[in-house]
């Protein structure tokens, strides 16, 4: 329950004002679908809007699928960087830090996601500005979520991980 209540927290610090940037947008990686989509629609936008010069998507299977969905949305391939080794969030940051020049960047994500991002990037002296992308979820799909990150955050603390 701690683990459930510090995502929670964590989560309304993302929400409240980060100032924007123009710098890489960086797309954490999931199994193709309806979660790959928003957040590729959400480095989409920031391109778009200008907050970001490029896009970086980070995932061993997802990285040429988000690739060719960003150039059908007109996307100039040399503004798509790829990364495509990372298993999970931890390898997406250090496999990714290469294409990200060491500057900051947008954490392209989940919202209940971030936090656990923001956690391991800033033990990694990373500066990730959270980016949140919302998707539409059954009440049953949003509580796994809630759970799953609370469960990731609960399983580095019993492991006295070092990146949480």
């Known amino acids: ?9 964590e989560k309304k610090k993302i ?6 940037k123009r ?6 990686g999931c199994p193709p679908g309806q979660a790959l989509n928003a957040r590729i629609l959400g480095a989409f936008e920031l391109l778009c809007n200008g907050q970001a010069d490029r ?12 690739r060719q969905i960003l150039i059908d949305k007109g ?7 790829l990364e495509t080794e990372a298993r999970n969030t931890l390898e997406n940051l250090l496999f990714a830090s290469s294409l990200l020049d060491g500057g900051p960047f947008w954490a392209v994500s989940d919202r209940w996601h971030l936090p656990r991002i923001s956690a391991i990037a800033r033990t990694l002296n990373m500066d990730a500005i959270p980016h949140p992308v919302d998707r539409v979820q059954t009440r049953t799909g949003y509580a796994r979520q809630i759970v799953r990150e609370g469960l ?13």
């Not at 929400?15 to 924007?20: M, Q």
């Not at 710098?23 to 954490?28: I, K, Q, S, Y």
């Not at 896009?55 to 988000?66: C, D, F, K, L, P």
Request: charged fraction near 20%; proline fraction near 2%; glycine fraction near 8%.
């Open 55 to 66: 896009i970086v998507v980070s995932g061993r299977g997802e990285a040429s699928h988000a």
């Open 1 to 9: 329950m701690v683990a459930i209540g510090w995502v929670i927290r």
């Open 23 to 28: 710098c890489p947008a960086l797309v954490f």
């Open 15 to 20: 929400e409240t004002g980060y100032k924007r």
């Open 75 to 81: 996307v100039n391939a040399d503004q798509i960087k």
């Open 152 to 164: 990731s955050v609960t399983h580095r603390w019993a492991n006295r991980d070092v990146l949480l």
